[in-house]
């Protein structure tokens, strides 16, 4: 079988690029040269980075380069009959070391990735969407192992972020319509992120980075790789501690995390053990409140902490904040604190010539619990406890401070285990398989004092609660079975079909039930009770063609679902509504969300001799979606807030259309200079209006809000001597902030800079490749907003804001 790696998409400069790329090139037009040779290069190295899932990193993965090497494409696309495309390792750590990898994807086309830290760390204000869907609508994985659905406060998973630490990702994969049959996910409506750990490098090495810069940034990470030893064994330790402060309030965020990784590999088979630990505190910062009755919306909420004079100065003597600041008044503080623990064992063993059979079981551990000190006088508190608390003073009952501690304590335990069988026979490659997943999660909401004399912050955990608002305790199993044949009709002709099945079987308890008007007007109860969801037939038929040694066409059609949200107390989850008979009805009238993904797509690479430009290779890719049984939490009434719940009902509301083009692609002008472009075009309209109980809420033809219709996104590379220069522009066009459409959020584009080459004065018999990066996100210092959270109606909406500017200095060595 042909094993080439096309790398992606059409070149498409849009407006706001043109003037970076032509600038760019003029500057560097001298230096194009041996161009063939170079990408030819360059392709090599990058398929040998993601050709397969099991390959072997070589010695230099362990050691990002940052000199100038032969020239690297963004993106490469695997061989598969859908749009595809992965980020290596390399690529993903020059756009600024130590980043979430999908932030690294915001360089793809079709992606949507917003947060307000550079690295994409903070996990209260990030946005992603993809081709129309939101984050929480893709599948996620880490080494084959399910990473949840990526919801802030979550029940079934961690961020890739906290499962490997960034230096030691290997690659990652967007599968931007449909994933593999075979990824472990429930979510997986509108695609996947695979994201893979490298494996340790066959010669022993020391890798030490060391990362400074704005805001007090500093972030240290240290791996040692012990080579091969014994017979067919190799490993890594790595460790890193991240600390930044924010750059709007006095906060610290980040954390530390451990990673370790052993291979065994002989004729028996191969053994892979993976295990990491992450421990991270975020403090949040509070997004700010547009609506037409809002007259004070400021840029930012950043918390008071640690001036807790002025946190005390700042409310009434009842505890009342300005009445002038509305809805945007100011928290004393807010942050997340997550700890995980995840490990896998994985074991791969030949059962005959043409047959392969692997199997991998996994833990995670996660305990976390979100915080928000807050005035006790805002957003209906008074009245929740009052039901606690009648008649009594309650800025006394809170420790005597105007203010209330809410934390949201989560834990998850979850172990599962993924069986595949892989054969070839003929000109079919048969695979089927075999996932099962055991989770059980709770969460608990509770408030605490907040002492005047003894005041808390975000760094510790609260304890002694006063009240435990309610206690949701879920058991979740989950199965999922694949089968699917790649049939070679032709040797450049390729079919493939297969099916998944996916089973779920819930179990949601309150242990703690809320007090009557804790949770919503009339509820006595939070519901209870198993829902089974069994989905036996989940089709795929895909085909690739080789049209030529350079070009090959994809088609691509499959169904995906969405299993229910497992998660109680919050949420679009049926355990979160707020009744029993609510629940009831549900369960037996709602559907899960379903989607049908169709895919045509071209890729082409090519050596061409037209001046100055030596060689081209990108990629089109055009899909239409249609997305069925959308679950929304609707409400007749308006929500109080977000702490207390309004009287929700979840129901299906209908269809979303979605149709869409991405087209991408790098141009090379020798080993010296390329410059990548993607330009993507995503149209999703609902096709329905709903009722919300009260009105008719006239959604039909409206887009889907946070999603922009427009992006484009711009890499260019120069390479003088020994130094790279690195600009990025990313451009996200406007988006809806309501679901009827009547508000937007305007379009921006941001630029970053990279610089890095060798340092080869420090290099001795101890010391070897030194290196150094500089990075510079938000070059151009732009202010706006940067993500939009979707307001529930007309009229309202939240915005997080752009970051600064902000640089960064890195130095690399290899002992």
Do not use: C
């Not at 003894?454 to 608002?469: G, M, V």
């Not at 979840?650 to 979303?656: D, T």
């Amino acid at each position: 079988m042909n094993r080439s790696i096309f790398t992606v998409r059409a070149l498409a400069l849009s407006v706001p690029m043109l003037a970076m790329a032509a600038n760019v090139a003029a500057a560097v037009a001298e230096f194009s040269g041996e161009a063939a040779a170079a990408n030819a290069v360059a392709a090599a190295a990058v398929a040998a980075d993601v050709a397969a899932d099991t390959a072997a990193q070589t010695a230099a993965d362990a050691s990002v380069g940052a000199m100038a090497a032969p020239m690297a494409t963004v993106e490469v696309s695997t061989r598969k009959t859908r749009s595809s495309v992965a980020l290596g390792k390399a690529d993903m750590q020059k756009i600024l070391p130590g980043i979430n990898p999908l932030k690294a994807l915001q360089t793809l086309p079709g992606v949507s990735f917003q947060t307000a830290d550079p690295w994409g760390n903070n996990e209260q204000n990030l946005s992603l969407f993809v081709h129309g869907f939101s984050g929480q609508q893709l599948g996620y994985t880490m080494d084959g192992v399910p990473l949840g659905d990526q919801q802030y406060g979550n029940y079934n998973g961690l961020s890739p972020q906290r499962a490997v630490i960034s230096e030691n990702v290997g690659r990652v994969i967007l599968s931007s319509g449909a994933g593999d049959l075979a990824t472990a996910s429930t979510s997986n409506l509108g695609g996947t992120i695979e994201t893979f750990s490298s494996d340790p490098a066959r010669e022993r090495n020391l890798a030490v980075q060391q990362t400074v810069g704005s805001y007090k940034t500093s972030r240290t990470f240290l791996r040692y790789d012990s080579g091969n030893f014994g017979d067919g064994n190799s490993a890594y330790l790595s460790a890193t501690h991240h600390e930044q402060k924010a750059w709007d309030f006095n906060g610290r965020q980040g954390g530390n995390q451990v990673n370790a990784k052993f291979i065994h590999n002989d004729d028996a088979g191969k053994l892979t053990l993976f295990f990491n630990y992450s421990d991270k505190i975020e403090p949040n910062e509070d997004a700010t409140v547009h609506s037409a009755t809002e007259k004070f919306q400021p840029y930012t909420r950043p918390f008071m902490y640690p001036d807790f004079a002025a946190a005390l100065a700042y409310l009434s003597p009842t505890g009342a904040t300005p009445a002038a600041e509305g809805n945007n008044y100011r928290n004393y503080y807010s942050d997340a604190q997550r700890t995980d623990y995840l490990t896998y064992a994985k074991y791969e063993m030949p059962l005959g010539e043409n047959t392969t059979w692997s199997n991998q079981i996994y833990y995670h551990n996660d305990d976390g619990v979100g915080v928000v000190a807050g005035p006790i006088g805002v957003a209906g508190l008074p009245g929740l406890f009052a039901v606690y608390y009648p008649n009594q003073n309650l800025k006394q009952v809170f420790g005597n401070s105007g203010y209330a501690t809410r934390t949201t304590e989560y834990a998850i335990n979850r172990n599962g285990w993924l069986s595949t069988v892989r054969s070839e026979f003929g000109n079919h490659t048969v695979q089927g398989g075999l996932w099962f997943e055991h989770n059980r999660s709770s969460a608990y909401r509770r408030w605490y004092a907040l002492d005047v004399n003894n005041p808390s912050s975000p760094y510790s955990r609260p304890s002694n609660p006063l009240i435990t608002q309610y206690g949701s305790e879920i058991d979740n199993k989950v199965v999922q079975l694949h089968l699917q044949d790649e049939w070679r009709m032709q040797p450049n002709l390729a079919l493939q079909a297969g099916f998944k099945s996916s089973l779920q079987f819930a179990d949601g308890q309150f242990p703690v039930q809320p007090a009557k008007g804790a949770i919503a007007n009339g509820s006595l109860a939070l519901p209870v009770g198993k829902i089974d969801t069994k989905k036996w037939l989940l089709p795929q038929v895909g085909a690739r063609w080789d049209i030529s040694a350079q070009d090959q066409a994809f088609v691509n059609v499959q169904k995906n679902m969405r299993q229910f949200v497992t998660y109680g107390g919050g949420g679009a989850s049926p355990w979160s509504l707020a009744s029993q008979a609510a629940f009831d009805l549900f369960k037996t009238t709602a559907k899960p969300e379903t989607s049908i993904t169709y895919e045509l797509g071209l890729r082409s690479s090519h050596n061409v001799d037209l001046g100055a430009i030596t060689a081209f290779d990108g990629q089109v890719s055009l899909y239409h979606v249609d997305f069925k049984d959308r679950l929304l939490t609707i409400s007749p009434t308006p929500v109080i807030t977000s702490i207390i719940g309004g009287n929700p009902v979840l129901a299906n509301v209908g269809s979303v259309k979605t149709n869409g083009i991405d087209l991408s692609g790098t141009v090379h002008m020798g080993r010296s200079f390329s410059l990548y472009n993607a330009l993507s075009f995503n149209r999703s309209t609902y096709s329905d209006n709903y009722n919300n109980g009260k009105d008719l809420v006239p959604t039909s033809g409206k887009s889907v809000p946070g999603s922009p219709e427009w992006m484009n996104k711009t890499v260019a590379t120069l390479n003088i001597a020994d130094t790279e220069f690195q600009l990025i522009g990313d451009y996200v066009g406007k988006r809806y902030a309501t679901y009827t459409n009547d508000l937007d959020v305007p379009s921006y584009f941001l630029m970053s800079l990279g610089v890095s080459g060798k340092l080869p004065f420090l290099n001795s018999n101890v010391l070897k490749n030194a290196r150094y990066r500089i990075n510079v996100s938000n070059l151009a210092n732009r202010e706006g907003p940067l993500n939009v959270v979707v307001g529930a109606a007309s009229g309202t909406y939240n915005t997080y804001p752009i970051a600064p500017r902000q640089g960064f200095l890195t130095l690399m060595a290899d002992f």
